[in-house]
């Protein structure tokens, strides 16, 4: 027990071990515990943000949930650069040679600073017609547009959030990333109901002062990382001498970055698609329920990323030091271990789901389609226990190609024609293309990961 206990610990505290070398079951709890925390309190977040958000009204969760939906090609961006810098810095750290790592990580900066800043432009000027294409109604529009135009301006926080925790991940320095989390959730967490209802010295601002909730929380979590990387408390340090454009680097992460991309924009569509479903089919209190079910969702999904990214980390290190049968070990340990606590959650959504979704609305019918909504999509949790981290492995070892492929066979052939099939059955048919989908997302990566063709990529 002492020596858990202290294994538990200096995976809080950070590890400086040699991850190729030490036992796998090691790595991955050092790896794992600080991602893991990390992922709950981003789960936290969304849990207790669309909280106080539903203490407004069904439309003000309706926002969110558009919102969010379209936001989820920002996430798209943010996800892709930082999958293609995870990789790289991995790669590098791996083949013992830092500076390039932080060579990496300045490039990437440099990238995403371009794509924020026209990202930013785009969404503030057409945020109403946003909304309006998503099928949000009139008063829905004006109550939310706010909300809308601020999480486009400051998306730059969101962007470099990701990236810089990616590249902490990465380096093997997990531990400063479940910190960034911790502090930037934290702080959201607080200021959400201050400025979301006016409490003290605060403007009571409604649903947009969620949106300016997160973005200082993030925003703070974001110069907390410039701060590490700057003072050299962490594996990749950068300074002035590394700010200067280099195109071969900027071309390499897009390439790889770009599988990533368009691997997430893939399935954001489909999500996308899925909110289109049931906003132009249901009325605005199933639509809540369905959010309020996904936002739950998130809450247990989000930890699972966790060992999906310590597996990742461990693939991209190990194939650097040249071990391709240790990376990939250590995958199918981590997706058993997925597994066992996602067939966990899953039996306790299904029996809890009532319970669960009533924390957040008293209305009998967004409770309904609630808890319809997450008994159904659970179904699918042991098999996307296992999707989901041997699809991050893929990307950690710089092969976004093959999962991109899986992404288009699940979501576009398999998710959006079967959700638009079933929709005349009720709500009910959405969710079972949902949890479906998932499956055989899961079935064709393990598949396709047995064919070792992820072992022989460069980045």
Known sequence: MKKIIKLIAQSVGGTDEDLTKISINRAIVLLSIPMILEMVMESLFAVVDIYFVGKISEEAIGVVGLTESVMMLVYSLAIGLMTAAMAMVARRIGEKNPEGASVVTIQAIILALVISTLIAIFGVYFARDILEIMGGSEQLINDGLGYTQVMFATNIVIILIFLLNGIFRGAGNAAIAMRVLWLSNGLNILLDPMFIFGIGPFPELGVQGAAVATSIGRGVGVLFQLYILFNGKSIVKISLKYFRVIIDIILNIIKVGAGSTFQFLIASASWIFIMWIISNNFSEDVLAGYIISIRVIIFTILPSWGLANAAATLVGQNLGAEQPDRAEKSVWISAFYNMIFLLVISIIFFIFAGPIISIFSKN????????????????????????????????????????????????????????????????????????????????????????????????
């Open 364 to 459: 009998p019918v967004v409770i309904e389609a609630g808890i319809t909504s997450l008994r159904i999509i659970c179904a699918g949790y042991v098999f996307f226990a296992y999707g989901m981290v041997i699809g991050q492995s893929f990307n950690g070892a710089g092969d976004t190609y093959t999962p991109t492929v899986i992404n288009i066979i699940a979501f576009w052939l398999v998710q959006i024609p079967l959700a638009y099939f079933l929709v005349r059955f009720g709500s009910h048919g959405v969710y079972w293309a949902i949890a479906i989908s998932e499956s055989v997302l899961a079935i064709i990566c393990i598949i396709v990961f047995r064919q070792g063709r992820w072992k022989k990529v460069k980045v």
